[in-house]
């Protein structure tokens, strides 16, 4: 009985998260979390004062923190913009520069999210193949076309490409709006920020769920020329007026004043990927190269990565399994945790192996 | 220079919301927000166990809530659906339910939002006039309609209908998707909810910004038949996975669990309008009977609406005028602060007037 619904919410083709298991369970690393909370001044931000003003509006516009994050990249407010999650962003995104082109481009295999917009919007769509190795092909990208987005790292792959590689990306396509979504950056991957001074075509899109440890807060933000920020704020104000609450606002600010405390958990789980991608290559798995807080590994021949996911889950680990699209099927993803949760992580696999 | 810019953004209309000052002002009574803070329950969610848990996405289904919001209103879980605020609600539910119809109706002097939401959507609508004593006219609504919204108590003007009006008006409408704004309904107005036994042909929103004093936290919920609800879980789950963080789900959870608290701030509003309405007649005001927090109410002949907002926000007390739509000019539209509040603006009212 679906005699109400609209045409195009009968089209929707919606996302589908990571499981997010309700039981506790030994092991969660199948959505990209950090595994280290936020600082503690996230935690004094919040309780001090507590709720004593959440019967007022927050700022609509989120001024502080917008002026907190163009001082921490040096770029002015009005090149930052702020949502409610870097998905909320990615979709004001699609609405105000893909809407009405001929066509946006991005990779076949990457944020599952981008085709689900498309859909959302009836905006055209069309996918180019990553290349043999697993990364992203900037060569296939037509030139005259006007809208394109991949992240930086790319998801689920974890390969980056080079600021130098962008950059003559940039120069061979002036005329289309080119998003890059660098929502796993901070994990030793080359941002593009350098080249918002130079090109006014470009949005850059940060989430503070991976690297801030802050996905329970819902934080995102964006930056770019002034003028295609304005954009994003008429779709938000024909959205909803007041995207962020209170409590993530002043969470978010007191997260970008302990750099020391990110530099360090960043570090840390850099350090306990590469440990631990050595750890997978003498267990016979072929680990793409990461650069973001996840791995996309092949186990060896005698076990299928589904049978893997499998067996972990039923040992209460949860790493996340791709049935498509079929070039990834063969693999698994797995999240980096702490340097213990990765070495109980290979023991477990060191077992179901043997 | 908007050269990147898509052609809906481009036509966009966008939304302004009451002021939001920055500095403290001496009475903020333009937004109706509620003037008490939320329940004592809602600091302890949120401090409790601080940000221990804020690396982990919340539920994106948010349940818990649900199940909360479901039980004390006597639902099924599956009939509840929760936002990032009703504004964001109601965004889905123009994509939902009004898209690709022939027309959505709602009166023409109603919340301000509705307008620029058929415009995101690209919506056709029709304005139907409020009668000569301001209040919605159902009979004007064409039965054959296919979509209508219209919030119960209407904004600005605080009027109610009754719940027999209501019913009067479904059986007349069976074929249109019929939903009801209730963001104020706890002030007094009879609300619609037992209809939705027996009509599957109706939503029902609610704001925990006015009568829950969350404002601040930006939630709200919807309730409707099991169908309608899991049309708005498409639009979200092709929008944002995680629409609300953690604290808010927390927070929203302890606020049902006051029942006592909500109640009495709720009648000590109701009273302070009701006394507040008398007040402002000895003034030779002519005030709207009101239903809602707030009261629409036009000034004695010796000074304009217009004249008596700057008046009073050179005293620092903030009203909202809206020089538009015209029926309304000539009314200010005055927020229910605390007793105290409403003696303090009635008695500037006085010095201003005399």
Chains 1, 2 share one sequence.
């Not at 850059?204 to 995102?220: C, D, E, F, Q």
């Not at 990927?273 to 060896?300: C, D, I, M, T, Y």
């Amino acid at each position: 009985m679906k005699k109400f619904w609209s045409d195009c919410l009968k089209n929707l083709n919606p996302y589908t998260p990571g499981e997010q298991p309700k039981e506790k369970i030994e092991l969660k690393l199948n959505t990209n979390e950090n595994p280290y909370p936020p600082t503690q001044l996230v935690n004094q931000a919040i309780c001090t004062n507590g709720s004593t003003d959440l019967n007022l509006y927050p700022d609509p516009e989120s001024d502080d923190l917008r002026d907190v994050i163009a001082d921490y990249h040096k770029l002015f407010k009005e090149q930052v913009f702020v949502g409610n999650g870097s998905d909320e962003i990615l979709a004001f995104i699609f609405y105000a520069f893909f809407k009405d082109k001929e066509s946006v481009l991005f990779p076949d295999i990457t944020y599952s999210f981008y085709p689900v917009y498309a859909k959302l919007f009836e905006i055209n769509y069309q996918t180019i193949p990553l290349d043999e190795n697993f990364k992203i092909n900037l060569d296939s990208y037509a030139s005259n076309n006007s809208a394109i987005i991949f992240p930086n790292p790319n998801a689920p792959t974890s390969i980056a490409l080079s600021r130098n590689e962008i950059e003559l990306f940039l120069k061979n396509h002036m005329n289309s709006i080119v998003v890059i979504d660098e929502a796993y950056v901070d994990f030793g991957t080359e941002t593009a920020l350098p080249l918002l001074e130079k090109y006014n075509n470009i949005i850059i899109t940060r989430s503070m769920s991976k690297s801030r440890s802050l996905a329970g807060l819902r934080v995102g933000y964006a930056l770019g020329s002034a003028n295609l920020i304005e954009g994003l704020m008429r779709v938000k104000n024909s959205f909803n007026s007041y995207p962020l609450d209170r409590l993530a606002q002043k969470a978010s600010i007191a997260s970008f004043k302990d750099e020391e405390y990110f530099l360090s958990t960043c570090n840390q789980i850099v350090q306990t990927r590469n440990n631990f991608v050595e750890a997978l290559k003498a267990l016979k798995f072929s680990a793409l190269q990461p650069s973001g807080n996840f791995v996309l590994a092949k186990p060896p021949k005698t076990i299928d990565a589904k049978s893997l996911y499998l067996s972990l889950k039923d040992k209460g680990i949860l790493v996340r399994y791709f049935p498509s699209p079929v070039q990834i099927s063969s693999y698994i993803r797995i999240t980096i945790g702490t340097k213990e949760q990765m070495e109980k992580l290979v023991s477990e696999i060191k077992k179901i192996l043997s």
